[in-house]
């Protein structure tokens, strides 16, 4: 994963970021681990863990969204991959960053399967944060026009 970065303007809540956290390392794992990874966060309370850097110093995560976006985006990864390859014009699955996947497939889970949980606007701005803090220039762009595209779509609102 590429280095942590500042991104300047504001900060993505924690729970989202170690959501995408997670969703990413998913990708090189499989989805079968989803459950031994949230499983992981629970116990990263040692300032050893995976995950400390964002769960240290948090009062009170809220650890239902977490485990609702993980596992919502396994569940639903399949629709979730066909609404990216419908609006990556020109891209396949394997030239696109593993960072830039888990941003759009937590932001799609979102949008589309949290059932209104999360406004779109919100998530599409703290998806674009994540894809700054953590992947390379370009990368935002391509993450704000793929989910605003998708956004635009008739019937989802």
Do not use: C
């Not at 985006?73 to 394997?94: M, Q, T, Y």
């Not at 953590?134 to 635009?152: C, E, S």
């Amino acid at each position: 994963m590429a280095v942590k970065k500042e991104s300047g303007k504001f900060r993505v809540r924690p729970e989202r970021e170690l959501a995408f956290i997670v969703i990413f390392e998913s990708l090189f794992r499989g989805p079968d681990d989803t459950a031994a990874l949230f499983d992981s966060i629970m116990e990263s309370d040692d300032a050893d863990g995976i995950y400390s850097d964002i769960v240290s110093g948090q009062e009170k995560l809220d650890l239902d969204y977490v485990r609702s976006a993980l596992f919502g985006v396994r569940d639903n990864s399949e629709e979730i991959k066909k609404l990216i390859a419908a609006h990556a014009k020109g891209w396949k699955f394997e030239r696109m960053s593993k960072v830039s996947l888990a941003v759009l497939e937590l932001a799609l889970w979102e949008i589309r399967f949290s059932g209104g949980a999360v406004h779109p606007g919100t998530a599409i701005n703290e998806a674009v944060e994540l894809a700054k803090i953590y992947d390379d220039d370009k990368a935002p762009g391509f993450v704000n026009g793929i989910l605003g595209a998708v956004v635009r779509e008739p019937g989802d609102k």
